[in-house]
């Protein structure tokens, strides 16, 4: 972890502006408060960057954008969809206010949460490469975005003390094959969307949902989708892998 807290402050101290990239659909979780911290004691701009933002309603983005702008500038992006990558540009440009040279972009965050694709999205080329896997970006990379911006393209910010596996899951920086509690890990996912968009989770596994718990839930599924041993039980690992899986790639949407 000392080798991540001396890149983060490298990259603070030599970068004219800082962007915390976040997941839109965990975007409290996905921020780092002693990047924020740090950031904040060198009195440089700060701009929140909330990424795959075609994965959560318009309603969840502006809220989200209207209580974390009291923090910080704050723009959705949607890599994917070309959504908010022009504004990006605008707001670097204004927060920095440095003319005659070069701005130089420091882009922080946790693992998987779209940093290399936002930058690709603002370069308008895929200049940087990009993965769907966590921990892509190997080391750091300057990445040119016109005649005016670069960037400073890090690896992941895993956070210091971190061991939360359900969150890892939830995040996507371990996938179902490296998880060990894989029916954990399918009930947070669950849980979260039953309490943020609870209609989204039934339309998208056609289940009706009633006072279930979230184990009975995730049985449910299962039946639904047929995973089944050879005793006619529900297979509740099949049909966790099924949902986390779903859940990392963009498929199931709250």
Same mark, same amino acid.
């Not at 962007?19 to 659909?25: F, M």
């Given at each position: 972890?000392? #080798?991540?807290?001396?890149?983060?402050?490298?990259?603070?101290?030599?970068?004219?502006?800082?962007?915390?990239?976040?997941?839109?659909?965990?975007?409290?979780?996905t921020r780092n408060s002693e990047v924020e911290r740090n950031v904040k004691r060198?009195?440089?701009?700060?701009?929140?960057?909330?990424?795959?933002?075609?994965?959560?309603?318009?309603?969840?983005? =502006?809220?989200?954008?209207?209580?974390?702008?009291?923090i910080a500038p704050t723009v959705f992006v949607s890599s994917k969809e070309r959504?908010?990558?022009?504004?990006?540009?605008?707001?670097?440009?204004?927060?920095?206010?440095?003319?005659?040279?070069?701005?130089?972009?420091?882009?922080?965050?946790?693992?998987?949460?779209?940093?290399?694709?936002?930058?690709?999205?603002?370069?308008?080329?895929?200049?940087?490469?990009?993965?769907?896997?966590?921990?892509?970006?190997?080391?750091?990379?300057?990445?040119?975005?016109?005649?005016?911006?670069?960037?400073?393209?890090?690896?992941?910010?895993?956070?210091?003390?971190?061991?939360?596996?359900?969150?890892?899951?939830?995040?996507?920086?371990?996938?179902?094959?490296?998880?060990?509690?894989?029916?954990?890990?399918?009930?947070?996912?669950?849980?979260?969307?039953?309490?943020?968009?609870?209609?989204?989770?039934? =339309?998208?596994?056609?289940?009706?949902?009633? #006072? =279930?718990?979230?184990?009975?839930?995730?049985?449910?599924?299962?039946?639904?989708?047929?995973?089944?041993?050879?005793?006619?039980?529900?297979?509740?690992?099949?049909?966790?892998?099924?949902?986390?899986?779903?859940?990392?790639?963009?498929?199931?949407?709250?």
């Amino acid at each position: 972890m000392a #080798n991540y807290k001396l890149m983060v402050q490298d990259v603070i101290k030599k970068a004219d502006v800082l962007l915390e990239v976040v997941d839109a659909r965990f975007p409290d979780e996905t921020r780092n408060s002693e990047v924020e911290r740090n950031v904040k004691r060198s009195r440089k701009p700060l701009i929140i960057v909330l990424s795959k933002c075609d994965l959560v309603s318009k309603e969840t983005l =502006e809220k989200s954008k209207s209580r974390l702008s009291k923090i910080a500038p704050t723009v959705f992006v949607s890599s994917k969809e070309r959504y908010g990558t022009t504004m990006l540009r605008h707001k670097i440009l204004e927060v920095a206010d440095i003319q005659g040279r070069e701005i130089l972009i420091g882009c922080l965050g946790y693992p998987n949460t779209g940093k290399s694709s936002v930058i690709n999205g603002v370069v308008g080329k895929g200049k940087t490469s990009t993965s769907s896997i966590s921990g892509h970006t190997k080391g750091v990379q300057l990445v040119k975005a016109g005649s005016r911006i670069v960037f400073i393209d890090t690896p992941g910010v895993i956070p210091f003390d971190e061991n939360d596996e359900y969150r890892q899951g939830l995040l996507g920086v371990k996938d179902a094959t490296h998880l060990s509690d894989l029916e954990g890990v399918a009930m947070k996912i669950i849980e979260n969307a039953c309490e943020k968009n609870k209609p989204a989770l039934e =339309e998208f596994y056609k289940v009706e949902i009633g #006072n =279930e718990n979230v184990y009975e839930i995730l049985e449910l599924i299962g039946l639904k989708l047929n995973y089944l041993k050879k005793k006619g039980e529900i297979d509740e690992i099949r049909a966790a892998v099924r949902i986390i899986n779903d859940w990392q790639q963009g498929k199931l949407l709250i």
